[in-house]
């Protein structure tokens, strides 16, 4: 159930990532007529910077409960 629970946080992240990233303007940094390219720097961007979001999150909220089993004993 866990494993579940990350695996859809991650994909939920990789989403907002792509969205967030829709308003940055690739065309001024990449030749002209190279929209597949930009469509795939967007897709890859979003996965890193997705994954890595959600795992900063994931792990903040496992050391959360950690902490907090540690001081209940």
């Known amino acids: 159930m866990q ?3 990350q695996f859809l946080f991650t994909l939920i992240c990789v989403y907002m990532a792509f969205w967030s990233l829709q308003n940055v303007e690739f065309e001024k940094f990449i030749v ?3 929209q ?12 890193i910077v997705g994954y890595f979001v959600a795992n900063f999150f994931l792990t903040m909220g496992n ?7 540690s001081f209940q004993r």
Do not use: G
């Not at 050391?63 to 089993?69: C, N, R």
């Open 32 to 34: 002209k007529d190279a």
């Open 63 to 69: 050391l959360i409960i950690s902490f907090s089993e």
């Open 3 to 5: 494993s579940l629970f």
């Open 36 to 47: 597949r390219q930009i469509q795939l720097l967007r897709a890859f961007l979003a996965i």
